[in-house]
């Protein structure tokens, strides 16, 4: 069979990042996401995931990070240059790390925040949606939002997220500081918003066992380039990945990680 | 007792219209985490306005009131993104500097521009005040607590009720978190001078038919900083609060005791009060609290 070529919803081309006039920080990435996928970006502490992220996003800008090299594409229009604005308004929105949910705000002015860009008048509407997967939320609608468990909070992040609308959503790191239930519970919700709401997904994680799991697709970042991508089943029966992702606890990852490191391993991944 | 009363109720009116000029320090501290001090200069700069188009120009109050209102919306446009656009992403202090310097501009501006003479800025309001017993309120205090409840109100519902309000807020949350909900942050700050511009309007009208308009209606920047620390850089509710406690305390121990000490406690119990709320709650009365969960 022959697959049509289509052209992917995202296209990240060989992109490097500086931060401050002189840090590089992403040496080339290149990425694709499908219209209607899950897609997983995987790596240690501090290999250039959330600034792929914020690279698309167009977040680099207010920490003084630029995209210098390389172009991104959003169903075929080129965004490396837009604002952070024009690009939510596109259909892009970034979940970004550590919730930041509006803390002053209740849940439900959280939920109006994210409508922002919203002129249909379709919001009153949108907040049920929202409720009705997270049904936490709609309990909590009217408690600040900086009083809501961590758990809460990184469903209320998601939750005005969707607000906009988006046709992809990128996830920064979901998981981060949850229980391992309630880390399930928001997996489910991520798998149920890519097929019932259509929302294509760009996962971030640390836990690349729960992220393989829902993607269709991965790729593995290491000092701001990707070492590996591919289909899950064949990152998890790669043995680097199974070595240093899968077996070991979320604590310490980095550190063991590190240790065990060395050339040989590095080549072949580069291979 | 008369006595006290009526104390009580001047104090608590002139802190209405205190309130009325706090105003202008929170709205802008709210969405930019900037203090600006050019607060009594804006309301200055209205103040010599709205006097230059009656008297200069012959337009009607309402009119001359009317346009005052626009260029001052459009003042804070300008200021926006000339001066301190500029500046997003810097450290807060150098916007805080520019205010402290656009400041001294318009108050050197104005004179040059309209003349050192204090101008009267005549609201025509009744000449008979309002008497309740000992208690007597000039019509210009009780006009001053209207326009004060009525703008008061127009904010809190402009912050909890509507959407671009609610946007203000969030960006005052966390910036970059209200950028990827494509909240526009310049337009935010834009508004929140267009609304300074605004109560400059309404504080200059007041004000300026109270004292009359010349450079010293700017010192009134400075004589309501107490309210705002008082009540808190960030809150509308605080700035009410925070007046009616500066302006009755003030009048009440100014009353009492100002023959005792030669007077001048007028200026010196707000400042005492705002180092003792200080102490016990360094965000004042109402400011917006750090969120710490357990
Ligand atoms: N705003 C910034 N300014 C300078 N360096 C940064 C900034 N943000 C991240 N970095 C650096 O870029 C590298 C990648 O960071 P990041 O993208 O946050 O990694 P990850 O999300 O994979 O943990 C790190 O070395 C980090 O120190
Ligand atoms: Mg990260």
Redesign the pocket.
Known sequence: MVAAPERPLLQVNNIEVV??GV?L?LRGVSLQVPQGGIVALL??????????LKAISGLLRP???EVTKGSIEFMGERIDEKDAADIVRLGIVQVM?GRRVFEHLTTEENLIAGAHIRRDGQIRRDLEMVYHYFPQLKARRNVKAGYLSGGEQQMLAIGRALMSRPKLMLL?EPSLGLAPQLVAEIFDIVVRLNQEEKVTMLL?EQNAMMALQIAGYGYV?ED?RIVLDGDPEKLLNNEDIKEFYLGLSAVGQRKSYREVKHYKRRKRWLS | MDFFLSLLVKGLTLGCIYALVALGFVLIYKATSVINFAVGEMMMLAGFLITAFVGLYGLPLAAAIGLSLLLMVLFGFVLERGVLRPMIGRPVIGMIMATLGLGIFLRGFAPVMWGVDKKNLDLMLPAQPLRLESIVVPPVDLAGVGITLFLLACFAYFFQRTRSGIAVRAVADDQQAAMAMGIRVSTVFALSWALAGITAVAGGVVWGNKIGVDQYLSLLGLRVFPVVILGGLDSIAGTIIGGLVVGASENIFGGYFDKYVGGGLKDFVPYVLMLLVLMVRPYGLFGREVIERV
């Open positions: 931060y401050n840090v920080v790596g240690a502490n501090g290999a250039g995931k959330s600034t792929t920490e003084r990070g790390e920064d971030v970042m701001g």
